[in-house]
């Protein structure tokens, strides 16, 4: 059974944007930390950016200053705008939920969503 799916995934040329959205049950949005990961071809997958319950985030020395992690609890759903994106950026990238708190081993999550592919050309 899904419990996360990931959508917003494309397409794009190196410099531009893209918005992935994650949504969800409201049993998993209420959870402490919610994240998202990203896997390249041959690579092991790596922490993006997290946000807690709270609000508080945290990114990945790659995503810093390029990258917004965000979260409507309303509408259960989480959101990663990427700007000024490179052809490093290019990978499957998954959201995560995990009822401990950080920092967290990617064996601590609980929900996975099945993933959304971005590829960035140059």
């Known amino acids: ?46 922490m993006v950016a997290d946000i807690t319950k709270g609000g508080s985030r945290i990114y990945s ?5 390029r990258f917004t992690i965000s979260r409507d609890n309303a509408k259960n759903t989480m959101y990663l705008q990427m700007n000024s994106l490179k052809p490093d950026d290019t990978a499957v990238y998954y959201c995560a939920a995990a009822r401990g708190f950080l920092p967290l081993g990617i064996g601590e999550y609980d929900y996975w969503g099945q993933g959304t592919q971005v590829t960035v050309s140059s």
């Open 1 to 46: 059974q899904v419990q996360l799916v990931e959508s917003g995934g494309g397409l794009v040329q190196a410099g531009g944007s893209l918005r992935l959205s994650c949504a969800g049950a409201a049993s998993i949005f209420s959870l402490n930390v919610m994240s998202w990961f990203r896997q390249a071809p041959g690579k092991q997958r790596e």
């Open 61 to 65: 020395d790659s995503a810093k200053g």
